[in-house]
């Protein structure tokens, strides 16, 4: 029999530098292992470890699972494993190994494992091995185990899980270890199949998109023109969007940490966003940035960097669009427009951040006004400038929303920020559009007006703009026609979606229900689950809702030519 040091040797050896042949029983004992008993006809158990990552991440680090049921494995809220069945090969269980020094972070991280067994009881073993200085180290410390079904968000490090009991391992490894295999080839920790994203950006069907950021991007809900404008461009595409904007924050996540310090909240932050994950992050940071004493351009861009590639560890593809200009402001508002070339040294970090990583980047920053006050025209013919576009110059109104989400669409997907239009012939009886379809056209009156049914290309508050021409000589007039296409039904249900996802990640009582005084009311925080079916409702309603549909709409010609 193998002695207990040449024994932790060859596992070492095994997990970090690819050996792979059975280990047995013996061998196996040296993993730590969790029997799971059975009740009501099944076994279920939910386990957290809590592994200090030292003062600074190792060089490299691998972390084995195996068992004899169905696994979910978490590091630090990335999904490794979604209810996997081990392969089992010759009666030999196939571990899986993941490389994941990506994921680590120094000081705490957490390992969570799931497991769902049948009656016979489910038995897990686990393994993770430290590499620093070239020597490897085999990690070890206490697992804790949840006393009931845990509540959304329990894989989480910072998971209040204080009335979890201590998970205990046999004394012995238990006879489903008489036979394990070790791959010689650690997986990678990031999400597979993931598309590499390039401008201009298209959406893929069943993209799933996490919007980040702060005001900017929380404020969207409120009217709720962005998510809309870029739904009205999919068509039959299946896309579902997260908004994870939280106001007055930074990439540093200042104030995310709610009752704890901001180091909490950044990662509370990254993890949130790898538990909903992502296929795309539409990242815009900087404008706090830009108006709070603390953090220079240089520190922004080394922070945001840090962001950035924690979500690539995981695989998710970033898109970083820059700080917006701000607006004068009416007296006796001071005018927050003073901060523009300030927050253009934050645009341009941004963008350097985007550039040095090869990440597609939206400038939301240059000639943002001059876009703004062209469309506000088009929009309300009535308006001047920038009138009614911003509450201060610095928050958006609804309008503003409306302004500025298709300027982000034209700068991100490429879709011109222009009505569609039609001309119309009044001569010849004929009329020709351009991005939309037409149907069924009648001229009435004696040709003093139009009938016909429209259904545009994208869905987007813009109106029709007709040009009419009524004889050769003549010089065409141009009228815009607001007709609905379905845009305001599709908007409708995008806030509702979106306030119940509100308030699913963001419930109001989260400290009674997650934090520090969920012994008072924590047993209610499994009805937070019960917000999902509903918006997994109105997202089959709104991807229907996004598909342009046909309209009638009458358009008058008896207003004089123009000359």
């Known amino acids: 029999m193998r002695s207990a040091t040449s024994l932790r040797i060859f596992l070492i050896t095994a997990l970090c530098f690819g050996v792979s042949q059975p280990v047995k029983a013996q061998d196996a004992g040296q993993l730590q292992w969790f029997s799971v008993a059975a009740a009501d006809g099944k076994s279920a158990a939910w386990g957290r470890w809590a592994v200090d990552g030292g003062s600074s991440v190792p060089e490299a680090a691998r972390l084995a699972l195996v068992g004899n049921a169905r696994c979910s494995l978490y590091v630090n809220g990335q999904r490794l494993l979604k209810y996997d069945q081990f392969a089992v090969a010759d009666s030999t269980t196939i571990a899986r190994v993941f490389d994941v020094q990506p994921l680590l972070r120094p000081g705490r991280n957490m390992v969570a494992v799931e497991v769902q067994g049948a009656e016979s009881g489910a038995i897990f073993g686990a393994r993770l091995v430290f ?81 980040v950021g702060a005001t900017f991007v929380e404020r969207a809900q409120l009217s709720e023109h962005l998510e809309s404008i870029l739904a009205g461009t999919l068509g039959i595409r299946r896309v579902t969007f997260r908004n994870l904007g939280w106001s007055a924050d930074t990439v540093q996540a200042e104030s995310r940490g709610i009752f ?62 820059s700080p917006h200009e701000l607006f004068p402001a009416k007296a006796p508002i001071p005018s927050p427009a003073r901060f523009n070339s300030k927050i253009r040294l934050y645009a341009d970090a941004a963008g350097s951040t985007a550039q040095s990583r090869q990440l597609p980047f939206v400038d939301l920053f240059s000639d943002f006004t001059t876009s703004m006050q062209s469309l506000n025209s088009v929009l ?43 001309r119309i012939d009044v001569a010849a009886g004929k009329v020709e559009a351009t991005g939309t379809e037409i149907e069924d056209v009648r001229f009435l009156d004696g040709g ?54 509100f308030h699913r990640w963001r419930p109001q009582n989260v400290t009674y229900l997650f934090g520090f005084r969920k012994h008072e ?43």
């Not at 296929?279 to 950035?308: H, K, W």
């Not at 703009?465 to 995008?494: C, H, M, N, W």
């Not at 997994?536 to 030519?561: F, Y």
């Open 131 to 211: 590499v620093r200085g070239g020597a490897a180290q085999v990690v070890g410390g206490p697992w804790k185990q949840a006393p009931a079904p845990p509540p959304v968000g329990w894989e989480q490090t910072d998971f209040n899980d204080r009335d979890w009991k201590e998970f205990k391992s046999p004394e012995q490894a238990p006879a489903f270890a008489a036979m394990v295999q070790i791959p010689a080839k650690a997986e990678s920790a990031a999400r597979k199949g993931v598309l590499r994203r390039t401008l201009p950006f298209e959406f893929q069907d069943g993209d799933h998109v996490v919007f």
């Open 260 to 321: 704890d310090a901001p180091a909490v909240g950044y990662l509370r932050m990254v993890e949130h966003i790898r538990a909903e994950e992502p296929t795309v992050a539409i990242l815009c940071y900087g404008q706090n940035e830009a108006l709070t004493a603390g953090m220079t351009p240089d520190q922004f861009s080394r922070q945001f960097g840090q962001f950035v590639d924690e979500l690539q560890a995981s695989g998710i593809p970033c898109v970083i669009v």
């Open 380 to 422: 309300h013919p009535q308006a001047t400038g920038l009138d009614g576009l911003a509450e201060n110059g610095m928050h958006l109104t609804a309008d503003g929303y409306a302004c500025a989400a298709l300027v982000l669409r034209q700068r991100l997907l490429g879709v011109a920020a222009t009505p569609a239009k039609l």
């Open 448 to 501: 003093k007006q139009v009938s016909l049914k429209i259904r545009p290309q994208t869905l987007s508050p813009l109106p029709l703009a007709a040009e009419i021409v009524r004889a050769a000589a003549d010089k065409p007039t141009t009228v815009s026609i607001f007709a609905d296409s379905g845009y305001a039904a599709l908007r409708q249900l995008i806030q509702k979606k979106n306030e119940l996802y």
């Open 521 to 563: 009311q924590g047993n209610n925080a499994a009805d937070i689950a019960r917000f999902d079916p509903f918006i997994r409702e109105l997202e089959q309603q709104i991807q229907k809702a996004q598909q342009p549909q046909w309209t009638e709409v009458t358009i008058p010609l008896t207003a004089a030519p123009a000359k």
